[in-house]
């Protein structure tokens, strides 16, 4: 298993501010008066997930936590869009140095432990003083024993997947460590070469027939071939068609999940 410094490492690049309850991590961090900061909530009143879907967690199940990422770590902007399957790949790689397990990644950037959603990553920016931030918001299903039944069977935790009760602070510690080494090395190396075979090997849907829902409701069938250089996800569909997809979501076909 990969490790990537630790607990102190999370101190150096950023401190941690521990709200009790508050809308949602990801609004705080976004409106933050300060420099960068990793800011969890023991609950979330409004925690929100990609298009524009709500992020349930009852308290002290799940981790919910925002990171403003600092300067030095942000990518150059071409690979800016690339960032959210980045911070996929490091909690994915996180939970399995903690848990003992091996995560793939729907993508964009769903974490999921055998076929069901672990954790998901909400990357969102603004433009603050002429600069732009950048924050990365996740939400891992820890200790939960039991899901709402409108997931439909889709969502599973660490607990339930492998068994094992995890520390909710060595897990922030080490997801912390391992985007700060996936940002250095998508900063450095750009996401073509180690970043995209490292994806590459988790990614849930290769190979697989999917449904692509696209952001105007329309759906497309087809077969997912692997991610591209860009981070788009190539799918092939009935009449051979490929289709390089950038935003709605997808599910496979067969699971519809
Ligand atoms: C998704 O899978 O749709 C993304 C979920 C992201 C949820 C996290 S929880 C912490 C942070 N604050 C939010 O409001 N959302 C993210």
Redesign the pocket.
Known sequence: MARHGGTGRLAARWPVVLLRETD????RALEWDGGPVIIV?ER?T??????G?S?H?RPGEGL???CIVPHDLMPPLPELGRLSLVAGLAVAEAIDTVGGTRCAIKWP??VLLHGR?V????VESVVRGGEVRVVI???INVANRDFPPALGGRATSILLATGKEVDPALLLATVAACLAHWLERLRHEGFLGGIRDAWRARDAVLGKELVWLRPDGSTVKGRAEGIAGDGRLLVRDGRGRLHAVLSGDVRLAAASG
Do not use: H, I, M
């Open positions: 949602s991590t990801n609004q909530a979330q409004a925690g929100r997930g990609r298009l879907r992020w967690g919910a936590f925002s950037n769903d959603k954790a998901g990553v909400l918001g996740v939400g």
